[in-house]
């Protein structure tokens, strides 16, 4: 794929065989795959910190049937461990 960078920072993918270059707009800017990728992990950096602490915990929490089976399988002290991994790894702000 050969990808390019939108004014507004968004990248677009198109085909390497030439057969979209008439869909590439003249103000988009040609970059590299290596360009690309550090713009996607950037950008997923971002988002990933505008969460809030809930967001993120809601994110990792297991279901709750997943939940309800480790604490009759494991004990209420496994499940307490496992959600307090959690809660510290993202303590309220």
């Known amino acids: 794929m050969k990808h390019y960078l ?3 920072n968004e990248i677009w ?3 390497l065989d030439g057969s979209q270059d008439h869909l590439i ?3 988009f800017t040609a970059i590299t795959d290596a360009q690309a990728d550090i713009i ?3 950008k997923k950096q971002d988002y990933l910190n ?3 602490y809930i967001e993120k915990r809601l994110s990792e929490y297991p279901s709750f049937g997943e939940q309800f089976d480790k604490l009759y399988h494991e004990g209420f002290d496994a499940w307490k461990q496992s959600i307090k991994t959690i ?3 993202y303590p309220k702000s």
């Open 25 to 27: 707009p003249n103000d």
């Open 6 to 8: 939108s004014p507004t």
């Open 50 to 52: 505008s969460l809030t």
């Open 40 to 42: 996607r992990e950037q």
């Open 87 to 89: 809660k510290d790894k």
């Open 13 to 15: 993918a198109y085909e």
